[in-house]
């Protein structure tokens, strides 16, 4: 079964641009997370889709990231435009429709992005 | 506050001792807690997860919840030195996962 997929693995781009970062849950998973994690700092939360819906971006740093997912399939993060501070690794985790007992959430490779 | 809160270390254990890594949560409607073990430049994987009061044992890694306290521990015993890495405390609450910030483990041969 395939695992949690994320792309590009790896992403610099200078500050202005504009990044999308894609991932590809594990099939059925209707929970899809979006987490971060900058250089030296705790991983945090950026937001939560079940299925197509997104059910809690309260971490969502400012308006300049926008997360879709279409279909309730893949997601998308995009980062326009892009500032120094964005640079880190963006982590996108998927789990079954109940967390908890039983079940766990299945991390991505993650994608490190350089904002230079 | 910190959701989740954990001693960033870093913690150094010779081998073949005891690992000891401890953990507090806020928000006393969590129901499920998980440890995540990362290396360096790799994603978190799941370790152990734990949702009743006690003690969970799985080989050589034990989990402890005290909810009442509000605390989560997980001991490694018999530590080795491919157990080096960042230990990531998570608590579920309103079906998201939050992180601690990690503790680094170092096991010192």
């Known amino acids: 079964e395939a695992g949690v997929t994320q792309f590009p693995s790896h992403s610099v781009i200078e500050k202005g641009q504009t990044v999308t970062l894609r991932c590809d849950p594990i099939?059925?998973?209707?929970?899809l997370y979006w987490y971060r994690r900058v250089m030296g700092k705790e991983i945090k939360f950026l937001l939560h889709?079940?299925?197509?819906?997104?059910?809690?971006e309260s971490g969502m740093p400012n308006n300049r990231f926008l997360a879709e997912r279409t279909g309730g399939t893949y997601s998308t993060l995009k980062v326009q435009p892009a500032e120094l501070e964005d640079s880190g690794v963006y982590f996108c985790?998927?789990?079954?429709?109940?967390?908890?007992?039983?079940?766990?959430?299945?991390f991505g490779q993650g994608t490190r992005l350089t904002v230079v | 506050q910190k959701e989740v809160e954990q001693n960033s270390g870093p913690l150094s254990v010779p081998e073949g001792a005891i690992a000891s890594l401890n953990c507090t949560y806020s928000?006393?409607?969590?129901?499920?807690f998980f440890w995540y073990r990362q290396y360096s430049g790799k994603s978190p994987e799941l370790i152990m997860f734990?949702?009743?009061?006690g003690d969970k044992e799985d080989g050589r890694f034990t989990a402890q919840l005290n909810k009442a306290s509000q605390y989560v521990s997980l001991l490694i015993r018999d530590s080795q030195p491919s157990d080096s890495a960042t230990y990531l405390c998570?608590?579920?609450?309103?079906?998201?996962?939050?992180f601690g910030s990690g503790t680094r483990l170092s096991i010192r041969p």
């Open positions: 985790a998927s789990s079954p429709p109940y967390l908890g007992e039983d079940t766990e959430a299945f």
């Open positions: 099939s059925g998973h209707d929970n």
């Open positions: 889709f079940v299925k197509e819906s997104k059910q809690d």
């Open positions: 928000d006393r409607g969590s129901q499920s």
């Open positions: 734990i949702y009743s009061n």
């Open positions: 998570a608590s579920e609450g309103a079906s998201k996962i939050i």
